[in-house]
């Protein structure tokens, strides 16, 4: 898209990741989670922003995407955590676009700066959870490389609510086209 770039995140950001994180919450899981629950998440917004300035100054992975003077969208990736992880599998921690610019072309970039960054730093793989029932979310993830594994889930609750998260992996390896023979 253009007029979108994607930049290390700053720690003059976390208001705006805070928001973006909570926006996107009250839309994206506004048909699996009790309303009263989405439009609470508005009242921690100040504690979301010590989260992420605080997170943002311990050299964290963190990356925003900028349209114009408006940060609206972030991710952040690093090793994974899960505990079967093998020590080369890199995870995209989180990925969170303002509900006002979801389908504009602006989370494959995001995405593919945080693929591009673990595949530096030498991991060979990468996972990421996603909530089942947010389809735009697993669409997303599919068409970018990403496979669930059905073996991978884990339940999550919220607002009184228990969601199932779902692993996707991917391998962060090049693609590389065969040499013609000789």
Request: hydrophobic content about 50%.
């Amino acid at each position: 898209m253009s007029g979108v770039w994607v930049r290390e995140a700053q720690a003059e950001d976390a208001a705006a990741i805070a928001a973006i994180q909570i926006d996107a919450w009250q839309v994206a899981y506004a048909h699996l989670l009790p309303a009263g629950y989405l439009q609470g998440l508005s009242q921690h917004t100040e504690a979301r922003m010590a989260y992420w300035r605080e997170q943002l100054g311990a050299d964290r992975l963190i990356w925003v995407a900028q349209w114009g003077p408006d940060v609206v969208g972030w991710a952040a990736a690093g090793p994974s955590q899960d505990p079967d992880a093998h020590i080369l599998v890199g995870a995209v921690e989180a990925i969170y676009l303002s509900p006002l610019h979801w389908r504009l072309g602006i989370g494959t970039p995001l995405l593919r700066t945080a693929l591009a960054k673990l595949l530096r730093q030498g991991f060979t793989e990468a996972t990421l959870w996603v909530v089942q029932g947010n389809v735009r979310a697993q669409a997303f993830c599919q068409a970018l490389g990403f496979v669930p594994q059905p073996a991978a889930a884990k339940p999550m609750a919220r607002g009184g609510a228990t969601l199932t998260e779902q692993r996707y992996w991917r391998s962060l390896k090049p693609i590389t086209s065969p040499r013609p023979a000789p």
